[in-house]
């Protein structure tokens, strides 16, 4: 395989939305984010942990459903207790202290990050193809100032999340 190329057509490549059935959500500003974890209550929910606390984020819509100011530092740093809809749950956690989410669904989707230019992140989101040999992939999230803590997908498979220091951006394909 011939690398030099592969980091070429990754650098080239434009960033664009994914495609249907995926549909961006507006992004979510915030600082400090550290780490994040999905959550079931009926629909897709994300656990939002930053320096200013816990919120629940419906992947839906996107909307805030649950805040918390408290700054809770966890004995396991990858579980968090759940709020509003989440509460009582333990949630597994993925970013600054590790973890991961799913990175493919059951019918073909699948994130892969990628640094032609490293430490400049990207994700890619690919259906059904090997992106470093194929062209069925969408190259969706690049790395521009804000550290990526985490990315991947709800155990649904219905959401995919892109978790950075500065923001969050969700696609949905429920509803």
Same mark, same amino acid.
């Given at each position: 395989?011939?690398?030099?190329? %592969?980091?070429?057509?990754?650098?080239?490549?434009?960033?664009?939305?994914?495609?249907?059935?995926?549909?961006?959500?507006?992004?979510?500003?915030?600082?400090?984010?550290?780490? %994040?974890?999905?959550?079931?209550?009926?629909?897709?929910?994300?656990?939002? $942990?930053?320096? $200013?606390?816990?919120? %629940?984020?419906?992947?839906?819509?996107?909307?805030?459903?649950? &805040?918390?100011?408290?700054?809770?530092?966890?004995?396991?740093?990858?579980?968090?207790?759940?709020?509003?809809?989440?509460?009582?749950?333990?949630?597994?956690?993925?970013?600054?202290?590790?973890?991961?989410?799913?990175?493919?669904?059951?019918?073909?989707?699948?994130?892969?990050?990628?640094?032609?230019?490293?430490?400049?992140?990207?994700?890619?989101?690919?259906?059904?193809?090997?992106?470093? &040999?194929?062209?069925?992939?969408?190259?969706?999230?690049?790395?521009?100032?804000?550290?990526?803590?985490?990315?991947?997908?709800?155990?649904?498979?219905?959401?995919?999340?892109?978790?950075?220091?500065?923001?969050?951006?969700?696609?949905? &394909?429920?509803?």
């Amino acid at each position: 395989m011939d690398w030099t190329a %592969v980091r070429r057509r990754f650098r080239e490549a434009p960033l664009r939305p994914p495609p249907a059935p995926w549909r961006a959500l507006p992004p979510i500003k915030m600082g400090g984010l550290t780490d %994040v974890g999905f959550g079931f209550a009926g629909r897709d929910l994300l656990l939002v $942990a930053s320096s $200013a606390g816990r919120g %629940v984020f419906d992947c839906l819509s996107g909307e805030r459903v649950a &805040r918390d100011y408290e700054d809770v530092c966890p004995d396991d740093p990858l579980a968090r207790e759940g709020i509003g809809p989440l509460a009582g749950a333990e949630i597994r956690m993925a970013g600054l202290w590790g973890g991961g989410l799913l990175t493919t669904t059951g019918d073909g989707w699948a994130v892969r990050l990628v640094a032609p230019d490293w430490p400049v992140e990207s994700v890619l989101l690919s259906k059904d193809d090997e992106p470093y &040999r194929g062209r069925n992939w969408w190259y969706i999230h690049r790395e521009e100032g804000c550290e990526l803590r985490a990315f991947g997908f709800s155990p649904t498979g219905a959401t995919l999340a892109i978790a950075s220091t500065c923001e969050l951006r969700l696609f949905s &394909r429920g509803g």
